[in-house]
């Protein structure tokens, strides 16, 4: 039958989602020296680093930070 052919909506929320987390961790090479210029100048500030970046939350450059520097070295 057609049902085959058809997507759920739950399928198109996951893949949305998915997307989004992907895209939204994925920096532009002059984020990435803001982050870390504003970084050394302002520490685990977030939500004032995120200030300088239109589009970015505190959260994502938290996990962006986290990702990329990991502390347990």
Same mark, same amino acid.
């Given at each position: 039958?057609? @049902?085959? +052919?058809?997507?759920? #909506?739950?399928d198109t929320v996951v893949d949305s989602?998915? /997307?989004?987390?992907?895209?939204?961790? +994925?920096? #532009?090479? @002059? /984020?990435?020296?803001?982050?870390?210029?504003?970084?050394?100048?302002? =520490?685990? *500030? $977030? #939500?004032?680093?995120? =200030?300088?970046?239109? =589009? *970015?939350?505190? &959260?994502?450059? &938290?996990?962006? $930070?986290? #990702? *990329?520097?990991?502390?347990s070295e």
């Open positions: 039958m057609a @049902d085959s +052919q058809h997507s759920t #909506s739950a989602e998915e /997307e989004n987390i992907q895209s939204k961790l +994925q920096f #532009s090479e @002059d /984020e990435e020296m803001l982050i870390i210029i504003m970084f050394n100048l302002v =520490g685990e *500030r $977030w #939500s004032l680093i995120a =200030g300088r970046i239109p =589009g *970015r939350t505190a &959260e994502e450059i &938290e996990k962006y $930070w986290n #990702s *990329r520097h990991s502390t």
